[in-house]
């Protein structure tokens, strides 16, 4: 069974790799694929000229942000944590070379340069090809900024299928009949279907055959023209290898897509959460318990007592933390998982979820104590926030009676699982009720 | 300007008729475009045989639920609301037709009959045409079950089109470059774009045309054809009139489309509110300077002081409501709005949503009484939601001070907007601080 098989039955929108989304060190994937070996140098042309007209927003999709973050680094980031590719180039419209500029600094993109594009697509990406240089040997693959979840995999067999054949193209199956037109609008003929297919990104070439592709190709190719497989071809002689590639690859066009792409964001960040009993019996109960509500709920749990030692390599590769805290002590065992992650400066790229679980007995604290709660978790979440750390609350009561419990954990784990998944900006400091 | 190009512009994935999602009386919106003639029989064959392999999912598409309602669901209520829509049939797995049948109860669709499908995509169709019954005279609109979003406006188009050119379809651009592929998987050549178009759905068959052309093809036709146009113009000599549809009529192929549908729909019923006041003075100050703050973040706000008289109409156009309350007589005036709402039996298509907004001083309330709170509004709502009413609470404390109060109302409005956005089922009866 082939891998793009396997991923178009399974969950066709989900990154091959579900380390890929959570993992804050570029290059250093939990998760990582066995090591490739490449033994030519590859570099990357991101044309992100795009004006984002069919998307009817101010804003070009590629700089439309998710979670605090523009696509355009997420699809940054998807090609800087592929050890074997050494450069990238993003080329932009001149008026959002600041903006870029800027963007690169703030996440802390390595590897990256923009360079202003031309005045259309293949302007631009000639543009990135020479501000590459001499890259006699090299494979340049060329990619949407619009195409973030393009994975480590596919961008191999596009590079090594580059190298063997000059030239190579990502491909998918046509969604729609395309049909021909008469000039009046009537239908002339429909194709079949089986012998076409969508040409997508990436693409690969050697450096050799980009090059004479575009120092040969005429004015009105450079104008009009928008596949470059087709230069090649046409130019180079250079059939193209198509590799059929995952859904994956689709590109960021409507409106509609951009919620399809938070969404496939969303749930690359909900996949795990630890939660941090801090060593107390009745809070690593409600671990285990919470383990399994939560696990049902599509979030996998792991339950640790604290962020020290070995455990602390969760600070590395979690995006969710989950702090219980039983009895009167407790926002102080919140604070000090907000002060580790702070001193980490973990949460560039994400932002990072904790949520305080606070397990009382009814008469545990006096009903001021109570009231004061909600103003104490908001002033902390406030300043958490500045760090990109979003706090949210949730109370629960212990109860003797084992409906009443049940009914409590399921809620809490309901809680926690929307949290996570929403990450919402508005709700962060709230203390909930389970 | 066409009207297809506005909306492409503007907001490509949004309805064209703001109303359409709210409006809980089927056939008559609020907003509804004016009458139009069709001064001929028009029915409806919607094949939802599909089995949805493309979304990698359990559940076919069509029977994925969004806000508590399979996607089938909003197709069909897409076509019961056009007043000249006589009939529509619905094409279904033998598997499913308990379900469907269901559906159709539940969610009280009149006009719709389920019939059961057959072992291609033509023959479903065949059925569903026959199932219509003799229709002379009448045209037959064919439409995806998974292109839940397609208007009457282009529904008119079509159906006009089809009387007068025998049969009419949607098209749309092509979104990427279409190559024929070599048989060793090289490229062969890439078609010129401008020349092809994506064929999609709804079209357009007088019945004639339909019937012959369904009589008159092969059982390879039947088979492995999959586009109705082809056979009308190869079995009647029909050339279809083609017609470009807005982005609107796109197809939930993915399951990333199921992120971008729910958001669709999401957007659609979080476009207004409106804020009871009850004739407090203190409640219409806040309800007005939520209405700016609301407003400007996308929602926009009308503010009265009770559902009575010429106001109960709210109740049948709104989706939302905010129930402002001051002082301590608080949880009775949402208990009222609550029962009203009830009542009508208005949730049956989508859930409501009902924020009560409590504005308090904060020596209004002993602490004693504050802390039951919670408890009562958590109790109001369990027995809200079985009602597919969706209650938040949203507390804020009356204040002097001019930057504490505006900060205030801005997080009410801000907690407001994202409840009613997400209706989210985890957060129901949940007392937010602002």
Redesign the interface.
Same mark, same amino acid.
């Given at each position: 069974m082939e891998v793009n098989d396997t991923s #178009?039955?399974?969950?066709? #929108?989900?990154p091959a790799h579900p380390g890929v989304f959570p993992t804050r060190e570029a290059g250093k994937s939990d998760h990582q694929p066995a090591e490739r070996s490449v033994d030519f140098p590859v570099s990357v042309v991101l044309p992100a000229g795009g004006t984002g007209?069919?998307?009817?927003l101010q804003t070009p999709k590629q700089f439309c942000s998710f979670l605090g973050r523009p696509l355009i680094s997420y699809t940054v980031q998807a090609f800087e944590r592929v050890s074997w590719i050494q450069s990238i180039v993003v080329v932009v419209a001149k008026e959002n070379m600041d903006l870029m500029t800027d963007i690169v600094q703030r996440f802390q993109h390595r590897k990256v340069r923009a360079v202003p594009g031309g005045s259309s697509r293949h302007r631009s990406i000639w543009n990135g090809v020479l501000a590459l240089g001499e890259m006699e040997g090299a494979v340049i693959i060329i990619h949407d900024a619009v195409r973030p979840f393009v994975d480590e995999d596919f961008l191999y067999k596009i590079a090594t299928a580059a190298k063997e054949?000059g030239?190579a193209?990502a491909?998918?199956p046509?969604?729609?009949?395309?049909?021909?037109?008469?000039s009046e609008?009537?239908? #002339?003929?429909?194709?079949e279907?089986a012998?076409?297919?969508?040409?997508?990104m990436p693409q690969g070439f050697t450096y050799d055959v980009i090059y004479q592709a575009y120092q040969r190709c005429s004015e009105s190719d450079f104008e009009f023209g928008?596949?470059c497989?087709?230069l090649a071809?046409q130019y180079c002689g250079t059939?193209?290898?198509?590799?059929q590639g995952p859904?994956t690859l689709?590109?960021v066009?409507?409106?509609?897509?951009l919620?399809?792409? !938070?969404?496939?964001i969303k749930d690359a960040l909900s996949r795990s959460a630890c939660v941090i009993t801090g060593g107390s019996v009745r809070a690593a109960t409600l671990a285990d318990a919470l383990q399994k509500a939560v696990g049902a709920l599509g979030t996998e749990l792991d339950v640790i007592p604290d962020l020290k030692g070995e455990n602390a390599r969760y600070l590395l590769k979690e995006v969710n933390f989950i702090q219980v805290s039983v009895g009167r002590s407790c926002l102080s065992e919140v604070e000090a998982v907000l002060k580790e992650l702070e001193a980490a400066n973990l949460a560039l790229l994400h932002p990072l979820v904790v949520i305080w679980v606070h397990l009382s007995d009814s008469d545990e604290l006096s009903?001021?104590g109570?009231?004061a709660q909600?103003a104490a978790i908001?002033d902390l979440s406030s300043a958490a926030k500045l760090q990109n750390i979003l706090l949210y609350g949730i109370q629960l009561h212990q109860s003797e009676d084992t409906e009443c419990w049940e009914r409590s954990v399921s809620r809490v784990a309901?809680?926690a699982?929307?949290l996570i998944r !929403?990450r919402?900006?508005?709700?962060v400091?709230?203390?909930?009720?389970a």
């Open positions: #178009d039955r399974c969950d066709p #929108d989900r007209e069919r998307t009817g054949h030239a193209g491909i998918r046509l969604v729609s009949t395309v049909i021909a037109t008469t609008g009537y239908l #002339d003929h429909s194709l279907r012998k076409y297919r969508a040409s997508e928008t596949e497989l087709h071809l059939n193209a290898k198509l590799i859904p689709w590109k066009t409507f409106k509609r897509d919620a399809a792409a !938070e969404s496939i009903v001021s109570r009231a909600p908001m309901e809680l699982s929307a !929403e919402s900006l508005a709700l400091g709230q203390l909930l009720q």
